[in-house]
């Protein structure tokens, strides 16, 4: 017997939003096609700033990945299948902006979306989860800077996505260009006075607003590394002491969590984290939250990067070409494996979102 329409029970607007925020993307996207009342609330930037909102909440990190660069090539794995699984499979990667025999690499994550460097090809903003991608235009600095490095964040401010460019030129010309493109304007623009000559770490790093650079102020390095910043919103350049004891060590890493600044410096016998205590209040005291000591020794297994510091204290980290996770409490280590990442050489997070390039 047919039902009559008018006798469906309907569901109140703010519980199908409410619903439809906690699905993961793939289901989001397919939901578009059920009416034009919710193809409209799905593509609207409140939902997308929703949806966002509660996948970045998440304890269980369930749409959290992990893209693994192999030699250029990308594939990517389940962030809760590295933390509870001793055994990982990894997946292709099915990228839009793949070109035969080129090199592609993360220059930078946030929100979802990746900004990808590919040899002579330029820059692309691309989502992995809505395959959307984007080809940034030229940033018009010429091929006589010997050194770069990118990054990627959000300004709050002003709701927009940016990528800024740093170009170091050779020591007979002493010159850096820095850039930044904004996804509302689709334009670059020079910014002046870059606080740094030589760049420790790339892509930078982003946390509370701002990118993140280990850098040294002269060219002959007489000075010591210092963390060089950049307020998305203002544009206006910071720098950040090094914790006491460590403001000369080549061997540090910036890295970023939950919002939270991490530092890692190496010593000969295991590796201090820190982390920025209050940085979203202004303050800039460092705190050390744990002494790591290596899984091997410093000359083959140093950490290369934080990539998730867990509620419980749990630390994910990158060390040679393997996943390591660290109990501060009881100091001992796990080390899920990866299938096939012998060819490993990078590891960026990011998670799923509706976040769109274009």
Known sequence: MEIPTDSIPRLPDELIVEILTWLPVISVLRCRCVCKSWLSLISSPQFVRSHLRKTKQDPNYTHHRIMLNYHGDLMQCSVPSLLREPIIDAFDTDYSVRFPMESVWIMGSCDGLICLAVDRKGLFLWNPSTRVCKKLPDFGVNEDFCNFAY????????????????????????????????????????????????????????????????????????????????????????????????????????????????????????????????????????????????????????????????????????????????????????????????????????????????
């Not at 007979?172 to 760049?199: C, H, M, P, T």
């Open 151 to 358: 990054g990627l964040g959000f300004d709050k401010s002003s709701d927009d996505y940016k990528v800024v460019g740093v170009f170091i030129g050779d020591r007979n010309s002493y010159e850096v260009a820095v850039k930044v493109y904004s996804l509302k304007s689709d334009q670059w623009k020079r910014i002046e006075n870059f606080k740094g000559r030589w760049l420790l770490d790339k892509p930078a790093t982003f946390a509370h607003g701002k990118l993140h650079w280990i850098a040294n102020y002269d060219w002959e390095f007489r000075s010591g590394w210092k963390i060089v910043s950049l307020d998305l919103g203002t544009e206006e350049y910071g720098v950040l002491e090094m914790p006491n004891n460590v403001e000369n060590g080549l061997y540090s890493k910036l890295g970023a969590s939950g919002d939270c600044l991490y530092l890692l410096c190496s010593h000969l016998t295991g590796e201090d984290m820190w982390v920025m205590d209050d940085y979203g209040l202004g303050k800039r005291t460092w705190t050390k939250l744990a002494s790591i000591p290596y899984i091997v020794d410093f000359t083959t297994h140093t950490y290369r990067s934080v990539l998730y510091v867990l509620e419980n204290g749990e630390v994910v980290l990158l060390s040679g070409l393997k996943f390591v996770i660290f109990n501060p409490k009881d100091r001992s280590f796990r080390s899920p494996k990866v299938r096939d990442t012998d060819a490993l050489v990078a590891a960026n997070t990011y998670i799923e979102s509706l976040v769109s390039p274009l």
